[in-house]
């Protein structure tokens, strides 16, 4: 262990040290502007997937409430269906008692114009 200690404590280990010391500072210089401005790009993405989240959200809401419509529309649409489907065979049934009421006009006519 004593020998280790006076191994760090010679003016060589020293010397290499200081000589790695400002080697490494330009090297620490030229990274740490680089990490901060990638530490601002992640918290801008971060933000913008975040608005985009937002947007994604409203988006989807949109859309179940555009199906709760169209749903909706959907079964106005059946029911006005069904409703001109009820009107027309009325019609139809109207326009059939109508014929058969005025045959049976042209038939008491026909008997009162015979006299009887």
Known sequence: ????LSLFDSPIVRLLAEILAVALLPTVAFL???LLGAETRLAQSRQIA???AADRDRI???LALSRE???ETRQAAGRAQAEAAEREVRLK???NARYELGER???VDSFRDVGL
């Open 69 to 71: 419509r169209l749903a």
């Open 50 to 52: 975040s608005d985009l």
């Open 32 to 34: 740490v502007p680089r």
């Open 60 to 62: 989807l809401a949109e």
């Open 1 to 4: 262990m004593l020998a280790l």
């Open 105 to 107: 006009r042209t038939i």
């Open 93 to 95: 049934a109207l326009a």
